[in-house]
């Protein structure tokens, strides 16, 4: 892991992928997703302190009636001024217009955290690479299914496409 880049607050957004109950409730490597939660929502008040996005991306299974029991966010993840992204694919850009949504928004630097790390958080990330943001990864903010796929993300692939750091290392200019 790397220091984090000093954020700038107006043209920073905090990416949270897939923080619903029945996600959470998964068993996940390195750490439960209990302990992700919690770190997201120390993440998310520190971004909104600093008059920064959130982003809150949830997944919703395409060509069904309807969606599975806990499939919302976690309850009260959600705050006012937030930006809840629903998506059907395994990344977030695809088919939501998110990409859009935050450069309307001057957007240009990406803090991600979220389940499962290398699933719905890295094909996030390298489609948010594809298109040119600049990335940081909280890695005591994410989880998978394995300690080795979790690990696999954050010791060989993030840091190719941006800087792997610590909730506690993050800071606003």
Known sequence: MTAAPVLDPQRTALVLVDLMDRIVA??????????VLAKAEE?????????ALVVLVRVERPAVAEQPPGSGLVTGLLRDGD???VKRTIGAFQGTGLDERLRERGITTLVFGGIATNLGVESTARAAADLGYDLVFAEDAMAAFTAAEHDASVRLDFPRLGTVTRTTDLTFA
Request: proline share 9%; charged share 30%; aromatic share 4%.
């Open 43 to 51: 993440l998310a008040s520190a971004f909104r302190r600093a008059g």
């Open 83 to 85: 930006l809840e992204v």
């Open 26 to 35: 998964l068993p996940l490597e390195p750490r439960k997703g209990t302990e």
